[in-house]
């Protein structure tokens, strides 16, 4: 069984800078893709990154330039590093993973994705 655990999240002020980890457990990620999704309050989920199995990474346009993926396979630990924080960056943050057959692919489709973790609260205000 794959479990997914996301932490990190914190009170940040807008231009300041957080790191999240997602720590996967059940499967290596040289096996998985691993998306990032976020839920700002009154809003619909969205996608925001993912990293495929073969460490190349997506980023909508929104937080491109700012959120940077990376991995430890030794940790089996996907890290989203956050920075220039917008108040429009405020949520909850979701890690999700799924075992894939070739290294290319990935997706921000939720319905794909079969591990989630409980997610973990990004608040940036000043």
């Known amino acids: 069984q794959v479990h997914v655990v996301e932490s990190g999240g914190g009170l940040v002020q807008p231009g300041g800078s957080l790191r999240l980890s997602c720590a996967v457990s059940?499967?290596?990620?040289?096996?998985?893709?691993i998306a990032w999704f976020r839920q700002a309050p009154g809003k619909e989920r969205e996608g925001v990154s993912y990293?495929?199995?073969?460490?190349?990474?997506y980023y909508v346009d929104s937080v491109k330039g700012r959120f940077a993926l990376s991995r430890d396979n030794a940790k089996n630990t996907v890290y989203l590093q956050m920075s220039s924080l917008k108040p429009d960056d405020t949520g909850i943050y979701y890690c999700a993973a799924r075992g894939v057959l070739y290294p290319g692919w990935g997706t921000l489709l939720e319905s794909e994705y079969y591990y989630w973790g409980q997610g973990t609260q990004v608040t940036v205000s000043s």
């Open positions: 990293i495929r199995s073969d460490g190349s990474s």
């Open positions: 059940g499967s290596s990620l040289d096996r998985n893709a």
